[in-house]
């Protein structure tokens, strides 16, 4: 009995992953709850296991984009028997070509039209069950090109991620849709002419059918299959990036499919080096005259399905929130001191530089303590009241901005705050951030002033009720005393929801947290 192993639910804006590692390889025996392959999504990476022991098929290569639901594998109960069972079949494999290379070449020629007349519809896939509709960004492969089954040929775009559309067989590519053109789920995208959708049939690619013509009985001995010298997604890429054409690469993946790993190891030809100085070349051709200079002309573009999400989003935070700003501004002096006169000391102790963030952090947490609504939230026709601070820090990422949560920072130390957001911004810049490290975050901090932005007006991290913008240090006369000097000041601004938090809360909390930084000892004291 076979059972198939799925791509599990991973979290709600969600809908695709990739499958970045096989931990177990096709014919292992493996034991319930064991990890047999690592998935990979655009906010986190985690482990596929098993959920039973046997003997594993899998049906799914490393690199592959895989939806929600997609079947990865398959486990199969009988594993000793389930394995000696292809042994023969593989054994009689090679006599058929022999057999047909006497006297029955004719039939085999005959089969092979009939397929090659064959058409197959490729339409747009189902990529999560809120999507309706997905973008043609742009094609991978032009009209007319020959593609290889699981070659990536269009890249979809929905409102929530970019995926790949790839060939499920062999052929000559026709397309029907243009880029940029919006389409349905199961709208049909292009055609494939001719080729084999595979079934252990041989010559899908030249390469394969050249390698067949040079050396006949080489074929039937190494099994090829439709997977013989097709590169997984992933390799694909690679071997574009190096300018390493497939047919040159020995694929050591499961029937000779040419793997990531195959493809890193890859190495280009010499004789192939002067084949990049022809593009080059047919690139000025092809591209669009540059607008001469004074111009009055206007370059229109249609916006990304990604873009029109975010930008429905943030117009349902402004429509649904009554949200203000109120600001301050904060003496830095004083926390710059402790900071140059003690960062070597508490770098050599904790491991860890002293930074700003820390600071603000734990100047928020006591804050909060003394203003509980700020920490509040609307749940239907209820305000909950959370008496714990997981504080959520946005953090630049090579994919976006992300907010990882720092779980009851009120509880932390200064050391513990900076420890947890060293950790924290490793995993988001390695992309590998798991969807409970983003979520359940009671109020945000965000620091624009890190790119030079003077002030702002930060949007709120809904379902929070607030969220506090940190902006740039500027050296600015102040009267201090009677006295105007110069001091390192920086702007504040509470971005706040007015439906729970009123004006005399959130003035207090802003002033509250201007105090804590301004005199540092108060952070020690609780005072």
């Not at 025996?29 to 986190?44: G, Q, Y």
């Not at 600001?327 to 926390?335: A, G, K, L």
């Amino acid at each position: 009995m076979s059972l198939e192993i799925k791509v599990p639910p991973v979290g709600e804006s969600i809908t695709e992953v990739t499958l970045s590692a096989w931990k177990k390889k096709d014919g292992d025996h493996v034991e319930m709850d064991e990890v047999i392959a690592e998935l990979e999504s655009d906010k986190a990476t985690f482990e596929l296991t098993a959920e039973r022991a046997g003997t594993l098929t899998t049906k799914a290569a490393e690199g592959d984009t895989l939806a929600i639901g997609a079947v990865v594998a398959t486990i199969d109960e009988g594993g000793a028997a389930a394995a000696s069972a292809p042994a023969p079949a593989a054994e009689k494999a090679p006599e058929a070509p022999v057999a047909a290379k006497e006297e029955p070449a004719a039939p085999a020629p005959a089969a092979a039209p009939a397929e090659a007349s064959s058409s197959l519809e490729i339409k747009v896939p189902t990529v999560g069950e809120s999507i309706t509709e997905v973008t043609l960004s742009r094609w991978i492969k032009k009209d007319g090109d020959a593609v290889e089954m699981d070659e990536p040929i269009a890249e979809l775009e929905s409102d929530k991620a970019t995926f790949e559309l790839t060939a499920e067989k062999a052929g000559i590519l026709k397309t029907i849709a243009a880029e940029g053109d919006t389409l349905a789920i199961g709208a049909v995208v292009c055609t494939i002419e001719g080729g084999s959708s595979g079934g252990g049939k041989v010559a899908v690619t030249p390469a394969v059918a050249d390698a067949i013509n040079e050396s006949p009985q080489a074929a039937p001995s190494k099994g090829t299959t439709y997977a013989s010298g097709v590169p997984s997604p992933a390799a694909a890429k690679i071997l574009a990036e190096k300018g390493v054409e497939a047919s040159s690469v020995n694929g050591t993946g499961v029937d000779g499919r040419i793997t990531k790993g195959d493809a890193l190891s890859a190495q280009k030809p010499a004789a192939a080096a002067p084949a990049p100085a022809a593009k080059p070349a047919a690139a000025p051709a092809a591209s669009a005259p540059a607008p001469a200079a004074g111009s009055r002309t206007d370059k229109r573009e249609k916006m990304s399905s990604l873009r029109k999400t975010v930008a429905r989003r943030l117009v349902a935070v402004k429509n649904e929130t009554a949200m203000l700003t109120t600001f301050n501004e904060v003496d830095m002096s004083p926390i710059m001191e402790v900071r140059s006169k003690y960062k070597d000391k508490f770098k050599e102790k904790h491991g860890v530089g002293l930074g700003f963030m820390s600071f603000f952090t734990k100047a928020v947490t006591e804050a909060l303590k003394e203003w509980p609504a700020v920490n509040a939230r609307i749940e239907g026709e209820e305000i909950v009241y959370s008496n714990f601070a997981d504080i959520s820090i946005a953090v630049s990422a090579p994919k976006g901005l992300v907010v990882p949560v720092i779980r009851n920072a009120e509880s932390m130390s200064l050391a513990e705050i900076e420890k947890a957001i060293v950790v924290l911004a490793g995993k988001a810049r390695e992309s590998k951030l798991t969807i409970d490290e983003m979520t359940g975050g009671t109020f945000t901090i965000t620091n624009g002033g890190v790119f030079g932005s003077m002030m702002s007006t930060p949007i709120i991290n809904s379902p929070q009720s607030a969220i506090l913008g940190m902006h740039n240090i500027i050296e600015r006369p102040v009267a201090v005393n009677g006295q105007v000097v110069i001091r390192p000041m920086m702007y504040l601004a509470l971005s706040y929801d007015h439906r729970i938090i009123d004006g005399r809360e959130s003035v207090s909390f802003l002033v509250r947290v201007k105090q804590l930084l301004e005199d540092p000892t108060r952070l020690l004291l609780g005072v």
